[in-house]
T-cell receptor, first 112, second 115 residues
Framework: LAKTTQPISMDSYEGQEVNITCSHN???????ITWYQQFPSQGPRFIIQGYKTKVTNEVASLFIPADRKSSTLSLPRVSLSDTAVYYC?????????????FGKGTRLSVIA | GAVVSQHPSRVICKSGTSVKIECRSLDFQATTMFWYRQFPKQSLMLMAT?????????EQGVEKDKFLINHASLTLSTLTVTSAHPEDSSFYICSASGAYQETQYFGPGTRLLVL
């Protein structure tokens, strides 16, 4: 599984757009990129998954450049409730039957 | 989305006793379930993978005789921490997926405190 690197922590004010970038230089051809969100004392929650270009859902957008060596999770207009740890995962292939390898994640703190 | 529950949500036990944690998929059949452990301020670490009707596959460094995993049905997996010690105190999280699902759905976790 490709190794991922994310910032350890980020701070943001409410209402701002937050972009969290993840590096995965050794991503393989069949790898998908998936982001999870984890609140304190809860299990991780799936946010978004993509393979290339841009993916958008009701929660976030995921931008993946052509070389796929990095990806950016974009959270529009964050609120205090978005304070959580965000994990970037890369898998070959990332399916329900593949164990997930979590890195250290990015601890996002949203300030009023 | 698919719902996974865990019971109990938190448990306190004395050192030397055994604790059983249940993981249930409420609205789908989980052919595969995973058990993770998370210490404070750290990331999730995979402990084992279990497929329904088969023996669990444990990650390196995880004692299979200490952490007993049973996946006897398509909706239930159990993790039993045998002869628990204070260093076993942690947040235990399960995840589950069905045969054709492309992602895993996580339970809410169980916080274990061993005194």
């Amino acid at each position: 599984l490709a190794k991922t690197t994310q910032p350890i922590s980020m701070d943001s004010y409410e209402g701002q757009e937050v972009n969290i970038t993840c590096s995965h230089n050794n991503i393989a051809t069949n790898d998908y990129i998936t982001w999870y969100q984890q609140f304190p004392s809860q299990g991780p929650r799936f946010i978004i998954q993509g393979y290339k270009t841009k993916v958008t859902n009701e929660v976030a957008s995921l931008f993946i450049p052509a070389d796929r060596k990095s990806s950016t999770l974009s959270l529009p207009r964050v609120s205090l409730s978005d304070t959580a740890v965000y994990y970037c995962l890369v898998g070959v292939p990332l399916s329900g039957n593949t164990p997930l390898v979590f890195g250290k994640g990015t601890r996002l703190s949203v300030i009023a | 989305g698919a719902v996974v529950s865990q019971h109990p949500s938190r448990v306190i036990c004395k050192s030397g006793t055994s604790v059983k944690i249940e993981c249930r998929s409420l609205d789908f059949q989980a052919t595969t379930m995973f058990w993770y452990r998370q210490f404070p301020k750290q990331s999730l670490m995979l402990m084992a993978t279990s497929n329904e009707g088969s023996k669990a596959t444990y990650e390196q460094g995880v004692e299979k005789d200490k952490f007993l995993i049973n996946h006897a049905s398509l909706t239930l997996s159990t993790l039993t921490v045998t002869s628990a010690h204070p260093e076993d105190s942690s947040f235990y999280i399960c995840s589950a997926s069905g045969a054709y699902q492309e992602t895993q759905y996580f339970g809410p976790g169980t916080r274990l405190l061993v005194l």
